[in-house]
């Protein structure tokens, strides 16, 4: 399968384009490389026969259309997103702008391609979003695919919208379209403003390890290589329309998690005191969520996924990754005059 990935040269997105390669898809990359992106993430594939990059911004409705008649896809995988929560607090329009419109510019290049070809069954446009647009739940109960929708922050508002706006694309045009919602993802390639690579960066400076308000605040979290191995799936066999709730079943509060971190890299690379000394509690985010949890058993049930990968494992996998990759991180951190932020997604 032909699939052109927006947003690939991301986190997430870079995980998925690795994959789809190494599955033998052919794989059109697009993605505008904002501060979030950087070209060593897709470093092992981009001289792959099977795989093309396009430098293109989602906003720009001429240069979707080139590319999807140029590249002829079979599918579009949507994960370019302004994505880090406390940057949504601090500037909503950029999300609105990419989230929102950009999705929107998107999917009318998509429905007009699908059309122009005869609107053939098996096209997909798989829209990859956040468990946030649930909001946030109390001590106990999990999301799925039939809870309500109740953003808390611009981000996840922003998130929200997108996923209606495909909803309505499949609705009104019929444009065969799936959509999944994950909890966080962690894992190589993160870039080092969210939570787990702060951590990991902080801890190995000597610096103070900031946690939210008293660290309460409870993840579902994921291996990354887990998600986009999910991701494959709802798109080459999740059912048009459909919806699927994705999650690793690992909850953890935020305290416990960095708690973890700090003592596998005790093992990993000792200092002179444990780095969980370092741990110091901020001023809590607005809005913060307490708690997300997912019930993911429509995706085991009708699609035979589930995590491979452990909380424990993943975290020493992470850390392996970080140790062995300096030159990645600190390049990033000083790129576009953009430092390391606080970050808990
Ligand atoms: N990180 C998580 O834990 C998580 C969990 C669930 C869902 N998601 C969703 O998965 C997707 C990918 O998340 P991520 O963490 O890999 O994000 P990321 O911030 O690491 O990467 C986003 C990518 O999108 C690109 N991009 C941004 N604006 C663009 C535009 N206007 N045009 C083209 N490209 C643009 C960036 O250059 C970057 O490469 C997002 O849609 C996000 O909402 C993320």
Same mark, same amino acid.
């Given at each position: 399968?032909?699939?052109?990935?927006?947003?690939?040269?991301?986190?997430?997105?870079?995980?998925?384009?690795?994959?789809?390669?190494?599955?033998?898809?052919?794989?059109?990359?697009?993605?505008?490389?904002?501060?979030?992106?950087?070209?060593?993430?897709?470093?092992?594939?981009?001289?792959? *026969?099977?795989?093309?990059?396009?430098?293109?911004?989602?906003?720009?409705?001429?240069?979707?259309?080139?590319?999807?008649?140029?590249?002829?896809?079979?599918?579009?995988?949507?994960?370019?997103?302004?994505?880090?929560?406390?940057?949504?607090?601090?500037?909503?329009?950029?999300?609105?702008?990419?989230?929102?419109?950009?999705?929107?510019?998107?999917?009318?290049?998509?429905?007009?391609?699908?059309?122009?070809?005869?609107?053939?069954?098996?096209?997909?446009?798989?829209?990859?979003?956040?468990?946030?647009?649930?909001?946030?739940?109390?001590?106990?109960?999990?999301?799925?695919?039939?809870?309500?929708?109740?953003?808390?922050? *611009?981000?996840?508002?922003?998130?929200?919208?997108?996923?209606?706006?495909?909803?309505?694309?499949?609705?009104?045009?019929?444009?065969?379209?799936?959509?999944?919602?994950?909890?966080?993802?962690?894992?190589?390639?993160?870039?080092?403003?969210?939570?787990?690579?702060?951590?990991?960066?902080?801890?190995?400076?000597?610096?103070?390890?900031?946690?939210?308000?008293?660290?309460?605040?409870?993840?579902?979290?994921?291996?990354?290589?887990?998600?986009?191995?999910?991701?494959?799936?709802?798109?080459?066999?999740?059912?048009?329309?459909?919806?699927?709730?994705?999650?690793?079943?690992?909850?953890?509060?935020?305290?416990?998690?960095?708690?973890?971190?700090?003592?596998?890299?005790?093992?990993?690379?000792?200092?002179?005191?444990?780095?969980?000394?370092?741990?110091?509690?901020?001023?809590?985010?607005?809005?913060?969520?307490?708690?997300?949890?997912?019930?993911?058993?429509?995706?085991?049930?009708?699609?035979?996924?589930?995590?491979?990968?452990?909380?424990?494992?993943?975290?020493?996998?992470?850390?392996?990754?970080?140790?062995?990759?300096?030159?990645?991180?600190?390049?990033?951190?000083?790129?576009?005059?953009?430092?390391?932020?606080?970050?808990?997604?």
């Amino acid at each position: 399968m032909k699939i052109l990935v927006t947003g690939g040269v991301g986190f997430i997105g870079s995980a998925v384009v690795r994959l789809a390669i190494a599955r033998g898809h052919e794989v059109v990359n697009l993605d505008a490389l904002t501060y979030a992106a950087c070209l060593g993430n897709v470093a092992q594939v981009a001289g792959h *026969p099977a795989y093309a990059f396009e430098h293109a911004d989602i906003r720009d409705a001429a240069a979707m259309t080139r590319i999807l008649t140029r590249h002829q896809p079979d599918a579009i995988m949507h994960l370019a997103a302004e994505t880090h929560v406390d940057r949504s607090i601090d500037s909503p329009g950029a999300f609105v702008d990419t989230n929102v419109t950009g999705t929107m510019v998107l999917l009318e290049a998509a429905r007009a391609y699908w059309q122009q070809r005869g609107r053939p069954e098996g096209f997909r446009f798989h829209h990859v979003s956040t468990d946030e647009v649930f909001g946030s739940l109390g001590p106990t109960g999990f999301f799925n695919e039939a809870t309500p929708y109740a953003p808390n922050s *611009p981000y996840s508002a922003s998130k929200a919208a997108s996923d209606h706006l495909v909803r309505a694309w499949h609705a009104t045009y019929g444009l065969p379209v799936v959509l999944s919602n994950c909890s966080n993802n962690y894992g190589p390639f993160h870039f080092p403003e969210k939570l787990i690579p702060v951590v990991i960066l902080k801890a190995l400076a000597g610096e103070e390890i900031p946690i939210y308000g008293a660290g309460e605040n409870v993840r579902d979290w994921l291996y990354v290589e887990d998600h986009a191995e999910a991701l494959l799936a709802v798109l080459t066999r999740g059912a048009p329309g459909r919806t699927y709730a994705i999650g690793g079943n690992a909850e953890a509060r935020n305290i416990d998690l960095v708690r973890m971190i700090c003592s596998t890299l005790d093992g990993l690379r000792p200092a002179a005191a444990p780095y969980g000394d370092q741990i110091r509690f901020v001023t809590d985010r607005p809005g913060h969520d307490l708690r997300y949890a997912i019930d993911a058993t429509r995706i085991r049930e009708e699609l035979g996924w589930q995590p491979s990968v452990t909380l424990t494992e993943g975290i020493g996998r992470t850390l392996r990754w970080y140790l062995e990759n300096e030159d990645w991180w600190r390049a990033l951190q000083v790129r576009d005059g953009v430092g390391v932020r606080l970050g808990v997604a």
